[in-house]
């Protein structure tokens, strides 16, 4: 089965730092890079997307950097906050013949806590 | 505008039952997939559906089936549970055409003793 590999596996970042999450996927087909952010009891909600024609997108103080030759994708968030304490999950998908995305590959999650 | 929901939101079962979960997409969404995610890991797809049609499956057995109505809404059928069924069950929609993001429910959970 095609993997995505997520690291670290927890973190934790003070008030304000920049917290970094890191993804590595093994299957080069895949054209679609979303992250989500999940708070206990809830749904992953998407945060962010990337397809691989660009190296880099940013939507607020969320940036993802993608390198497609070393098959790997991060997530910063800048001057991170004690709301962002979540689980943040990297996937990866191709995308059908209509433009839509199959079944999303995840990672196993990253737990990170901003502390005060 | 409503987005998606499943239910029920919390359910028992004993090893060897049937279960049946549901779920509504998101308006103007035509495309449901299903995750399983144990606890403390990322989701694992199941399936997707489209035109009421199993588009692609993970790496699930047969025991996992699915259906999909004309009005979009999804069932997941699971039969002879296992005590490692015991899972948060996500149920995901989308625009076939077009926009490949995926919006998920709350889910399910379910536990099997």
């Known amino acids: 089965q095609q993997q995505v590999k997520q690291s670290p596996q927890s973190l934790i970042v003070q008030k304000g730092g920049i917290s970094i999450i890191n993804c590595a996927y093994e299957n080069t087909a895949f054209d679609y890079f979303p992250w989500y952010q999940q708070f206990p009891g809830k749904g992953p909600a998407l945060l962010i997307a990337i397809r691989p024609d660009v190296s880099e997108k940013k939507e607020g103080r969320f940036t993802i950097s993608f390198n497609k030759s070393a098959k790997q994708f991060s997530l910063h968030i800048m001057d991170s906050q004690p709301g962002d304490s979540a689980t943040y999950f990297c996937a990866a998908s191709l995308l059908n013949s209509g433009g839509g995305a199959d079944g999303l590959t995840f990672g196993k999650g990253t737990h990170l806590i901003i502390q005060p | 505008d409503a987005g998606v929901t499943q239910s029920p939101t919390h359910l028992i079962k004993t090893r060897g039952q049937q279960v049946t979960l549901r779920c509504s997409p998101k308006s103007g969404h035509d495309t449901v997939s299903w995750y399983q995610q144990a606890l403390g890991q990322g989701p694992q797809f199941i399936f997707q559906?489209?035109?009421?049609?199993?588009?692609q499956r993970g790496n699930f057995p047969d025991r996992f089936s699915g259906h999909q109505f004309p009005n979009y809404s999804s069932e997941l059928n699971v039969n002879a549970l296992l005590l490692g069924d015991s899972a948060l069950y996500l149920c995901a929609s989308s625009l076939r055409d077009g926009d490949y993001e995926q919006y998920f429910g709350p889910g399910t959970r379910l536990t099997v003793t």
């Open positions: 559906y489209y035109e009421e049609e199993e588009r």
